[in-house]
């Protein structure tokens, strides 16, 4: 069996076949070569080897795991992805996302130190690659996450992690992403943050957080992670569960302002929804407060 590579790049994929070879074409061109790709296949979808065969992207570092479920979440698929993982380092890739060629050489040398690192994102259109915003101001220095930052601004937040801390996602709908990044920052208390655009996260019309149940499923995900808190099956330090009650109540108000939008008309995403509010200037008081820091 050959050596272990440094990271492995977690893939879950549903429904995938018009985006995978892009996200995979992403990986291939990365600057850092010492990686390991698990595509865990959430739709029951046999062809993706010969989807990317075809399009010359099939590489003897790509493996592919089923879930054995069709649809049984992204946080199922990425931890079948991380059960069959070999690398020092994990990295979540979403199938309809993107990396920039050195994202993984530019937070693979932090993770090893702090443990976990992450980097700026640009929120785009799927449909019509329109930049809808950036989740910090571009930059070339890095800052320290905490929870403020973290629970400021809605964008999914998917840091390279040291595959020793032993953490896994948790199956909680649409928040699947931020109970893994609290438990990381319990665990680490901060990492660092790259104000680098590395990653293009893709807001396609038809993915799970633009259905048309979008916003309860979003409302329910919310509310379960407070219970959780209150049942104690998330645990974290005091003053963190505290900033996350506050949080997610205002993620609930914002979510509910979504729905209402949607039932007043509103046709675009969640995150088109939020980045019109930052233009409009009705953005959150906190979110105000986080771009201010970041730049």
Request: with cysteine; aromatic share 6%; net charge neutral.
């Amino acid at each position: 069996m050959p050596a272990a590579p440094l990271v492995s790049v977690l893939v879950p994929v549903y429904r995938g076949r018009a985006t995978l070879a892009r996200a995979i074409a992403s990986l291939r061109a990365q600057t850092l070569p010492d990686w390991e790709a698990i595509v865990a296949v959430d739709d029951g979808d046999p062809g993706y080897p010969e989807l990317l065969d075809a399009a010359g992207l099939l590489d003897p570092r790509i493996r592919f795991v089923s879930t054995g479920t069709v649809r049984g979440g992204v946080a199922r698929a990425r931890n079948c992805a991380l059960d069959a993982a070999r690398g020092r380092l994990v990295a979540p890739l979403d199938a309809d996302d993107l990396f920039a060629p050195e994202r993984l050489a530019v937070l693979a040398p932090l993770a090893l130190a702090r443990g976990a690192a992450a980097d700026n994102v640009a929120i785009v259109e799927e449909a019509d690659g329109r930049l809808l915003r950036t989740w910090l101001a571009p930059g070339e220095d890095a800052l320290e996450l905490d929870a403020e930052l973290l629970l400021e601004d809605p964008v999914p937040v998917l840091p390279v992690v040291d595959r020793g801390l032993g953490l896994r996602w948790v199956e909680v709908p649409i928040c699947d992403d931020v109970v893994f990044n609290l438990s990381l920052l319990d665990r680490l208390g901060g990492f660092p943050v790259v104000r680098r655009v590395l990653r293009e996260y893709r807001q396609r019309p038809d993915s799970e957080c633009n259905a048309a149940d979008a916003a309860e499923r979003a409302d329910a995900g919310y509310r379960r992670v407070l219970a959780m808190l209150d049942e104690g099956s998330l645990a974290l330090a005091p003053a963190l569960a505290a900033k996350v009650r506050e949080s997610f109540a205002r993620r609930i108000a914002l979510n509910a302002a979504f729905a209402r939008a949607r039932a007043q008309g509103w046709k675009g995403s969640y995150q088109a929804f939020v980045a019109d509010l930052s233009r409009s200037g009705r953005e959150p008081e906190r979110s105000r407060e986080a771009n201010r820091r970041s730049r």
